[in-house]
């Protein structure tokens, strides 16, 4: 059975930063490509970063470029995302999702597209 599983979010002010935790099992992982998503309200789904499977090539989303950083670990079946300097438009809900074919995850705009999905954290970022 695979599993994602989401950890890190919570409710922090401005310019704070939050660590992002995405952990898989069920598949093997080093052959996937894993993304971050996130949600907000009323918005539709929007991908934010992507790590490839192999030799860990990155893809960014322009609105979190400079601020997000993503990371795999191949030994922990884990993939980190980095947030910094966090802004209100970083509210929402962050998924975390894995792809055998499709490496670079920041144009998918609909959940059909990639295989596996993890089922959320939250982020809210206020002051």
């Known amino acids: 059975q695979v599993q994602l599983v989401e950890s890190g979010g919570g409710s922090v002010e401005p310019g704070a930063s939050l660590r992002l935790s995405c952990t898989v099992s069920?598949?093997?992982?080093?052959?996937?490509?894993v993304g971050w998503f996130r949600q907000a309200p009323g918005k539709e789904l929007e991908g934010v970063a992507s790590?490839?499977?192999?030799?860990?090539?990155?893809n960014y989303a322009d609105s979190i470029l400079g601020r997000f950083t993503i990371h795999r670990d191949n030994a922990k079946n884990t993939v980190y995302l980095q947030m910094d300097n966090l802004k209100p438009e970083d509210t929402g809900v962050y998924y975390c999702?894995?792809?055998?074919?499709?490496?670079?995850?920041?144009?998918?705009?609909?959940?059909?597209?990639?295989?596996?999905w993890g089922q959320g954290t939250q982020v809210t970022v206020s002051s």
């Open positions: 999702a894995a792809d055998r074919q499709i490496e670079n995850m920041v144009p998918v705009t609909t959940r059909w597209m990639i295989d596996n």
């Open positions: 069920g598949l093997p992982f080093e052959y996937y490509a």
């Open positions: 790590v490839h499977s192999r030799g860990g090539a990155t």
